[in-house]
């Protein structure tokens, strides 16, 4: 009796199957049994879902960050009117109706970017994330605070000359307050650093415990004008066009540490120890990263508050979005899995919010400009956003950056018309006291002299910076261009000029990628003719579309500045030394740029924003 083989029977199987199939059919169906039989002499099927079950927990995705939630975008599709027909409606021609006007349908993001008039209340303007009550009562909390008078005094000129007698004077209590609470949030970080140099440090605080200068004598006008070392000081006829953007490192500029302590007196004996401090900023707490924008961050403040630390970022779709930091909480705390920061988020304009500002005389005011052509402010007292310019129906609504005068009475703040307006919050808001033009394109950037009111410095597309008088525009008629104080030319755009906290030098940041410092001059004088040649310092600003512009940023209370850097860092610059002070990182936390950033007033401490709308703060 024969032996039937299964592959016999699987061949009279097959013979079956292809009776009465097409050609085509009979080829594909061999194909199908060929690739079956390679694949089970190799055992493919097992190697390949070993291989998609490895790819599968290589790409898991990683833990959402805290904060807003991002907002499903809904397609908006014009719905046009039905059209009808006499014939279908059964209607005789003569038995018609009339045709009627069809309206024009709106679109809705169209509505969305329409600017809101009035006095807007917290509820109106939230976006739905955050407890509002939280927020209300948070905001009573802050509108008890007393703002710190000795922040807003001039800076004292102390003489670094060692054979003049010693200035014998008791610190101020704040300053001993700041102090004290510096050196707390550091102690880990210098530990080893002061155990290193315990001689001579020890050495350099007695003579400074006869001479108590102390941060003031370091960071005061006089000391940085002999203390300054410019790295690179190079008539700007001579920097070669089109030369490619150097990327700011730690490596790429010499030791500042090194630099200053050959400079600096023995009696100043705080400067290192305040590089240390900036050195020593980390992204720190239990939230490292947050949320707190719906769009790219655009501009940032920070309430001058001590014991309450509110930070607020404004995006390009018009969100303030605010974010409390608790600091009953350690830097150790583990939140509960359902734990979330405290982000508050409100809509006050419809476009992009380009920048803002506390009152330096009224904390319990935030001034905010926006391309929605207003100027609003949030009242914590009354907890509404309340209106305090509107621009005219004829003229540009792109308000640019805004700046308080030191009175807290008076706002500038720029547009794209290359003019800049002067107003007075006590006027009605289609008020203005005069709007004067001062370059050919747009205004980027406007800052007044914490110091002195009457001086305003301006950068502009055109590729200048200038420096403005405007107690001589009254002398000018209205068709008459106006002469500016000083000028400096840049080789392409500006992106921003701002005084320092003294008001005796300027930063500003271009699109040829430098960072100038202009030290050593004093603008108040009558014999001032022309801007100083700047330290210009090498610094990639070549943001892009996506990454909002980088800008140079002066802390509050000392002469150095911060500015994002495009490889995910932060730098600091000293404005004496011009040098680089520090260059903060976290690979882990920073995912983008963080480009836009802001100083808390009282403390040594720095937050800032990306694109994605998240925040960090360095402290």
């Known amino acids: ?13 097959h013979s079956q199957d292809m009776h009465g199939l097409t050609e085509y059919e009979k080829m594909r169906l061999e194909n199908i049994r060929r690739n079956q039989e390679a694949m089970r002499m190799f055992n493919l099927p097992e190697a390949v879902s070993a291989v998609g079950s490895s790819r599968a927990d290589r790409n898991k995705r990683p833990a959402p960050t805290p904060g807003l939630k991002k907002e499903k975008r809904v397609k908006h599709t014009e719905v046009l009117p039905r059209r009808t027909s006499n014939r279908l409606a059964n209607l005789a021609p003569e038995n018609a109706p009339s045709r009627k006007t069809i309206e024009p349908v709106v679109d809705p993001d169209q509505i969305k970017r329409t600017r809101r008039n009035g006095t807007l209340s917290l509820k109106e303007t939230s976006n739905g994330h955050g407890d509002d009550d939280k927020f209300s009562q948070l905001m009573e909390e802050l509108a008890t605070y007393v703002p710190d008078k000795a922040r807003v005094k001039d800076v004292e000129d102390l003489s670094d000359n060692e054979s003049e007698a010693p200035v014998k004077e008791e610190p101020e209590a704040d300053e001993k307050i700041f102090k004290k609470e510096v050196k707390k949030e550091v102690k880990d970080e210098i530990k080893k650093e002061e155990e290193d140099d315990a001689p001579k440090i020890k050495k350099e605080e007695t003579d400074d415990k006869d001479s108590k200068v102390g941060i003031r004598k370091y960071f005061s006008r006089s000391s940085a004008a002999k203390v300054t070392t410019p790295v690179t000081k190079v008539s700007e006829t ?16 010499p030791k500042s540490e090194d630099i200053d302590n050959k400079s600096l007196p023995s009696s100043s004996s705080r400067g290192p120890s305040l590089r240390r401090q900036v050195q020593a900023l980390k992204i720190r707490g239990p939230w490292p990263t947050v949320k707190v924008c719906q769009g790219r961050i655009y501009c940032m403040a920070i309430h001058e508050n001590r014991d309450k630390i509110l930070v607020c970022g404004g995006d390009v779709d018009g969100n ?24 508050y988020n409100y809509k006050a304009h419809s476009r992009t919010l380009s920048s803002m500002q506390y009152s330096p005389t009224e904390p319990n005011k935030l001034f905010s400009t926006s391309y929605d052509g207003s100027v609003r402010y949030l009242d914590l007292v009354q ?10 129906p004829d003229a540009s609504d792109h308000l640019g950056s805004v700046s308080i005068t030191s009175s807290g009475q008076q706002l500038w703040f720029a547009d794209v018309d290359g003019g800049v307006t002067l107003k007075d919050i006590r006027t009605p808001k289609d008020e203005m006291v005069y709007r004067k033009i001062l370059h050919e394109k747009k205004v980027g950037c406007v800052n007044v002299n914490p110091k002195y009111d009457n001086l305003i410095v301006t950068s502009s597309l055109d590729r200048t910076m200038k420096i403005w008088d405007i107690r001589t525009f009254g002398q000018y008629k209205d068709d008459e261009a106006i002469v500016e104080m000083g000028s400096f030319d840049h080789r392409l755009s500006v992106t921003s000029a701002m005084w320092s906290p003294d008001g005796a030098s300027i930063a500003s940041t271009s699109y040829d990628d430098n960072v100038r410092i202009f030290n050593n001059f004093e603008p108040s004088l009558p014999d001032f003719k022309e801007i100083p040649e700047p330290a210009r310092i090498p610094h990639n600003n070549q943001s892009g579309r996506w990454v909002t512009m980088l800008r140079a940023v002066w802390s509050h209370q000392f002469n150095w500045f911060s500015i994002g850097n495009m490889n995910k860092s932060v730098d600091i610059y000293s404005r004496g030394t011009g040098v680089l002070m520090a260059n903060l990182n976290d690979r882990r936390n920073l995912t983008t740029v963080p480009a836009v950033n802001a100083w808390h007033p009282n403390r040594v401490l ?8 998240k925040m960090v703060i360095w402290r």
């Open 383 to 392: 907890q509404k956003f309340l209106e305090s310019y509107v621009v005219a």
């Open 320 to 343: 303030l979005g605010f974010w409390d930091l608790d600091e009953s909480q350690a830097d150790d705390y583990e939140p509960e899995p359902e734990e979330e920061p405290n982000i």
């Open 1 to 13: 009796m024969p032996v039937h083989h299964d592959s016999d029977n699987e061949s009279d199987t």
């Open 238 to 253: 001579k920097t070669r066009t089109g030369s490619a953007a150097k990327d700011t490192t730690k490596a790429s500029l």
């Open 606 to 613: 720095l937050a800032s924003g990306m694109a994605n709308g």
